[in-house]
């Protein structure tokens, strides 16, 4: 394949001073946000990527990626927040046992403590994704973070929803994988391995199952996050560069998280990974309970072709607008998917000016 575009490149974002800013969590990891400044400005947007993604999903050179949309359109000093799950760390493929607890109580208050330092009290908007929105939504919600003027939530928030082929996956993959494949993670690119080693083997039994397009990673993906041929997005919907690339923006994964999933969808909301963790006392056991006094407005984003966490957050927008009535929107995203919402092609026509009129209406 010819490389059309560098891996983490920042290429995708002309006319802002970027800049780096390290933080670190209560149990020592190394996060990073990045900024895109043009200007200061009243308004100041952090967005949140989700489960091996990076920030690196909304500065794509190939299309008109969300940070500089949000440039144009008047939100003049944007940040991404790499936590994590970030595939530009290496923590998602070490030994590790982390939950969304850990996210939602360190890595979100640590991000927001990093970003007030640099702009104060200005508004905060919050953008988030897939898992980092559900995690976000634990830290808002449970109070680790406040004063957020607004969040945009895609796919999936405090009431996770899986299609019954990913609940099963959900119940007996990590064991499978650690216990049986001796695989600790996954990881798209596994059809790149040498021949016949054990991703190698996986790689190719995936396939079988995948005669849908030509790049195996996209078939990994599927297998690894949800439901369909192919499970993160319809395929018309990405430049074709991006569908190439796609091990680029969503990278190797270890197990764990799934675990909590799994337990957030038996569950029907969020929930604890282990409410006996007295690391985590200060979370809610129940999210749902104090959401009442949560004064942030939610815009639940959600493609009506998510196979990932289908009706996820149309359960989530009429359960928190009984709680509070006329509080939060709803917006179905039609001919979309779980992915595709943030890296498609149209979505500067289809689905970012939904969420700058969002944005704008909370600030009013
Ligand atoms: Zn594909």
Redesign the pocket.
């Given at each position: 394949m010819q490389r059309h575009i560098a891996r983490y490149t920042l290429e995708g974002v002309k006319d802002a001073e970027i800049s780096v800013h390290p933080f670190a969590t209560e149990d020592d990891l190394g996060l990073e946000l990045r900024r895109f400044h043009r200007a200061d400005c009243d308004d100041v947007v952090l967005i949140v990527h989700g489960l091996t993604s990076s920030s690196d999903m909304f500065i794509m050179p190939e299309h008109h990626n969300l940070v500089s949309f949000l440039l144009d359109a008047g939100f003049t000093d944007v940040w991404t927040s790499d936590f994590r799950m970030s595939n530009r760390f290496p923590y998602d493929t070490e030994t590790h046992r982390f939950t969304l607890d850990d996210i939602a109580h360190w890595d979100h208050p640590a991000a927001v403590r990093e970003l007030r330092r640099h702009v104060g009290d200005r508004r905060v908007h919050v953008i988030a994704h897939c898992l980092g929105s559900v995690s976000f939504s634990m830290s808002l919600f449970g109070g680790a973070v406040d004063g957020i003027t607004s969040l945009v939530s895609n796919s999936v928030s405090l009431t996770p929803r899986v299609p019954a082929w990913s609940r099963f996956k959900l119940a007996v993959g990590p064991a499978m994988s650690e216990y049986v494949l001796g695989l600790s993670f996954l990881d798209p690119r596994f059809g790149d391995a040498p021949p016949f080693t054990r991703g190698w083997m996986l790689s190719r039994a995936v396939s079988l199952f995948?005669r849908?397009?030509?790049?195996r990673?996209?078939?990994m993906?599927?297998f690894m996050w949800g439901s369909g041929r192919?499970a993160m997005y319809p395929?018309d919907n990405?430049d074709p560069v991006t569908?190439e690339r796609?091990a680029d923006l969503l990278g190797p994964c270890g197990l764990n998280y799934f675990r909590h999933v799994r337990k957030m969808v038996s569950a029907g909301q969020v929930v604890k990974y282990d409410p006996s963790d007295s690391r985590h006392a200060d979370l809610p056991d129940d999210y749902l309970a104090g959401a009442a006094d949560i004064p942030t407005p939610v815009l639940f984003l959600t493609g009506d072709q998510n196979h990932v966490f289908p009706q996820a957050n149309v359960v989530c927008y009429e359960t928190l607008n009984k709680i509070a009535p006329g509080r939060h929107e709803l917006e179905i995203l039609p001919g979309y998917g779980h992915f595709d919402p943030f890296t498609g092609k149209n979505v500067h026509l289809d689905v970012f000016p939904k969420i700058v009129d969002f944005l704008k209406r909370s600030a009013a």
């Open positions: 995948h849908e397009c030509d790049v990673a996209c078939h993906e599927s192919p395929h990405l569908h796609i």
